[in-house]
């Protein structure tokens, strides 16, 4: 993203800058989450055939934010549907070991926008920490920064670990091999059944295929 605002900006005349989530300036958050919005609106149309009713809680991974705001906006205004937001715990939440600006991080202006910044006391942006790529950004999209400060989302982290726990549970269970963004997710999910009743359900985005993390995870599963 640095590299790619630093040509717009100086080639603004003749360049054009597309970008995958829902991170930057204006307009640029609001038309990712636009085209992003099929998966909520997709999901909760499935899940009103499949159960008759709306689920009790959303959960989806944040990095950006692109796939979790996709999810949400189609059940913002079902205010009995809780949404949650999971960030890269890393290692842990000292500064430089995390990838979790909702959690860690404070306000602050970032790529065109103002959101939660992982940032030192001078303003400074710190090093960021995931095992997974995907979710390792210093910052957040400020629509994931509104609905925490309004109340409408809670956003939460899982560390390393848990997040490859989910991973094998998942693919051995499930025989589905979930990106390790999505092990987030899913990880927290497991955590949140536990609290819910029986006829409560959950509906977790899986946000991609865990074919690219393969040789990630090698080193960290044992065979």
């Not at 997974?132 to 982290?157: C, I, Q, W």
Request: aromatic share 6%.
């Amino acid at each position: 993203i640095n590299e790619a605002l630093r040509d717009w900006v100086t080639n603004a005349q003749d360049t054009y800058y597309l970008l995958g989530s829902v991170v930057g300036p204006h307009p640029y958050p609001t038309m990712v989450r636009d085209f992003q919005s099929v998966i909520g609106k997709e999901a909760r149309k499935q899940i009103l055939q499949a159960d008759g009713k709306l689920p009790r809680a959303v959960v989806a991974c944040v990095g950006g934010g692109s796939n979790s705001i996709g999810i949400f906006h189609s059940f913002l205004h079902d205010l009995e549907v809780d949404l949650y937001g999971v960030e890269a715990g890393g290692e842990s939440l000292s500064p430089g070991q995390n990838a979790a600006p909702l959690v860690a991080g404070r306000e602050g202006v970032l790529h065109g926008m103002m959101t939660y910044v992982l940032q030192d006391k001078v303003g400074q942006v710190q090093t960021t920490r995931s095992i997974s790529a995907g979710l390792d950004y210093p910052g957040v999209g400020p629509e994931h920064a509104f609905l925490m400060n309004a109340g409408r989302a809670k956003y939460v982290t899982v560390c390393d670990g848990e997040a490859l726990d989910a991973f094998k549970n998942l693919s051995q269970l499930e025989g589905i091999m979930p990106a390790l963004e999505s092990a987030h997710a899913i990880s927290y999910a497991m955590k949140l059944a536990k609290s819910l009743g029986t006829k409560d359900s959950i509906i977790v985005n899986l946000s991609g295929r865990g074919d690219k993390d393969v040789e990630i995870i090698a080193k960290h599963i044992p065979q």
